[in-house]
């Protein structure tokens, strides 16, 4: 994850814990569904991700909700929480392991991961909702937003199987927690245009490099596909001939 600064407070997520834990739920069912017939030929496929097979996106996922269930138990047992991961080096070279598997033991793997964390975050309501809990060099998030991340990155990954799934389709508070979450990612980015994001449902926000920001305006899925580099701009207003780089 790459980022120029500490941001405490830019998420912004109003909804209660429990929608957002039903969002994340329904959304990793609808992923763990989509996925149940790829053939092992697909999952060594090409993701959407440079350099990245589908296996690869597997691993991922079901290595980072390991990564925030030890967050996430780690506050509800009253204990500071250590790093998502040990390094750099170990997460990806235990991804690159995990990307040599057959599909079964992918969808075992991200299936159980899941719901492993499903029920961790499940005791998350005792916690103080202001704790805050650091997810890398300059993320900082609270302890309530931590299944909102996870949502967003379920949706992301989602995407980035290449499986005909399309932001446009999601309900409308995870379309909003998402773009709440590529905006909070982006703020201060010196490889980001100066943008104001004006969305349909009337969430606004100031992210990019210093200067006169650009206008861009659309719906929470689309702007949230385009921030993210998941998606083009041709069904948004403002968007012309401005270049977002991938968020991973």
């Not at 004006?198 to 006169?212: C, E, K, L, M, Q």
């Amino acid at each position: 994850m790459t980022t120029s600064q500490t941001h405490s407070s830019g998420l912004r997520i109003d909804a209660p814990m429990s929608e957002v834990r039903q969002a994340k739920r329904d959304a990793t069912q609808r992923l763990l569904g989509a996925t149940m017939d790829i053939s092992d030929e697909q999952w060594q496929s090409p993701s959407l991700l440079p350099g990245w097979t589908r296996a690869h996106v597997a691993t991922h996922l079901a290595r980072g909700a390991q990564a925030l269930g030890r967050v996430a138990s780690a506050l509800v047992n009253g204990e500071q929480p250590g790093p998502l991961y040990e390094s750099r080096e170990n997460r990806i070279s235990e991804i690159e392991r995990g990307s040599e598997r057959p599909g079964v033991e992918l969808q075992i793997d991200m299936d159980t991961a899941a719901g492993e964390l499903h029920e961790i975050f499940d005791a998350l309501d005792p916690v103080d909702p202001a704790t805050p809990v650091i997810l890398g060099p300059g993320i900082l998030v609270h302890a309530h937003e931590l299944p909102s991340v996870r949502l967003a990155e379920v949706v992301l990954h989602h995407v980035d199987l290449d499986i005909d799934f399309d932001l446009r389709s999601l309900d409308d508070l995870s379309a909003r927690i998402l773009l709440q979450w590529v905006c909070f990612r982006l703020h201060n980015r010196a490889d980001v245009p100066a943008l104001r994001i004006v969305s349909d449902s009337g969430y606004t926000d100031r992210i990019g490099s210093n200067g006169f920001a650009t206008t861009v305006h659309g719906s929470d899925a689309e702007l949230a596909g385009w921030l993210s580099g998941r998606d083009n701009s041709s069904s948004l207003t403002g968007a012309e001939h401005l270049v977002i780089p991938l968020l991973s």
